[in-house]
């Protein structure tokens, strides 16, 4: 079983428009990360959220944390080619150690 | 300042060989994690540790493979009598605390032949 469910798997969109990605789990995380991956590199880490509710701004790109840790957004507002990429979503637990990751949105921005 | 430093980028093994892959942290980071990536996944844990210690090593097959933090050196996974299954990127990270972001490094794309 996916601890972390993403969706969509796949997103094509026009240069300009507007998107959101998901991140979901019946799991309770302490907190969550977001990750974008070009080919042929590792995961660059985005941003952490921690506090339930809590919403992250960078630049072009809105991150939200649902209420009960549970579930994550991620916003991109008039996207460009260079957001293409993998975007993962990754949670940790409490003493856990490990971050679980999702398998990834993969987007691409047509010019 | 460097960031995570995995080599070799490649390797090509034929079945039956071992691979080592090398992982040296950021500075500062005494926590690392490798993970390993299929072709359009995401991301699978293998194995957590800490200086000179294994602390997490549930996603790991039990047999052939291996995994060390040495108090000197770079941290190494080892892979032995690779098979074609075990073909793959190998991805290493590290922070500096738990549930902290992870920096990554670039990975070994292990080939089996």
């Known amino acids: 079983t996916q601890l972390l469910e993403q969706s969509p798997q796949f997103l094509s969109i026009q240069e300009g428009e507007n998107l959101t990605v998901y991140c979901n789990s019946s799991?309770?995380?302490?907190?969550l990360q977001w990750y974008r991956q070009e080919p042929g590199e590792g995961p660059v880490l985005l941003v952490t959220v921690v506090t339930g509710g809590e919403v992250k701004k960078l630049k072009r790109l809105t991150f939200q944390f649902g209420d009960a840790r549970k579930d994550s957004s991620l916003h991109i507002t008039a996207a460009q080619p260079g957001d293409t990429g993998l975007y993962l979503c990754?949670?940790?637990?409490?003493?856990?150690?490990?971050?679980?990751f999702g398998d990834g949105t993969t987007l691409t921005v047509k010019p | 300042n460097a960031g995570v430093m995995q080599n070799p980028r490649h390797l090509v093994r034929r079945r039956g060989q071992e691979a080592r892959l090398r992982c040296s942290p950021m500075?500062?980071?005494?926590?690392v994690y490798w993970y390993r990536q299929l072709p359009e996944e995401g991301l699978k844990f293998m194995v957590y540790l800490q200086k000179e210690n294994i602390i997490d090593e549930s996603g790991m097959p039990k047999e052939r493979f291996s995994a060390e933090f040495p108090k000197e050196g770079p941290s190494i996974l080892r892979i032995q009598q690779v098979v074609r299954g075990d073909s793959a990127a190998y991805f290493c990270?590290?922070?500096?605390?738990?549930?902290?972001?992870?920096?990554f490094g670039s990975g070994t794309r292990l080939t089996v032949v």
């Open positions: 799991s309770v995380f302490s907190s």
């Open positions: 500075k500062g980071h005494s926590h």
């Open positions: 990270a590290s922070s500096p605390r738990e549930e902290s972001g992870y920096t």
């Open positions: 990754a949670g940790a637990k409490n003493n856990a150690g490990k971050s679980t």
